[in-house]
């Protein structure tokens, strides 16, 4: 029986749809977990949508997944450029991994170009917004059943 895959946020992306709208959108995250459930269903896969301000956390999730998924879709948000303990994590995490960014990072100031995460992610998808959130999925499966 097929693991879920897990969809984790990091910081700030609960304030999605208030905070920066010009560069994230007018989305909320409660709207792009609807939308992943029903790009999940359409691809026969069942996730679990999860988001945290809190590093630790993140990284238990992680650790959890390690057993518990088939594959992480992150948005590690400001903890893409900043956290070893999460890169370190993910490392440690041997089934597919997507980061995605809503905005395209490398538009953006110099210190949001070098993304940890990304050293350790099977695909980076940066710039399509909540869309990205179900291309992420869409590659999850396509790495699962080739």
């Not at 992680?62 to 903890?79: F, L």
């Amino acid at each position: 029986m097929p693991l879920p895959i897990y969809i984790l946020n990091g910081p700030n992306l609960n304030l999605l749809g208030e905070r920066e709208p010009q560069i994230y959108g007018y989305e909320t995250l409660e709207e792009i977990e609807k939308r992943c459930q029903r790009a999940a269903e359409s691809l026969g896969l069942e996730i679990r949508f999860l988001q945290s301000n809190h590093e630790g956390q993140l990284i238990d999730w992680v650790h959890e997944a390690r057993k518990a998924a088939d594959g992480i879709v992150i948005n590690p948000a400001g903890y893409s450029f900043t956290s070893i303990g999460l890169f370190d994590a993910l490392k440690a995490f041997d089934k597919p991994k997507v980061e995605v960014h809503l905005a395209n990072i490398h538009k953006r100031e110099p210190y949001y170009h070098n993304s940890y995460v990304a050293k350790t992610a099977t695909a980076v998808i940066v710039g399509l917004g909540p869309f990205g959130y179900e291309c992420g999925l869409q590659a999850i499966k396509r790495l699962l059943v080739p």
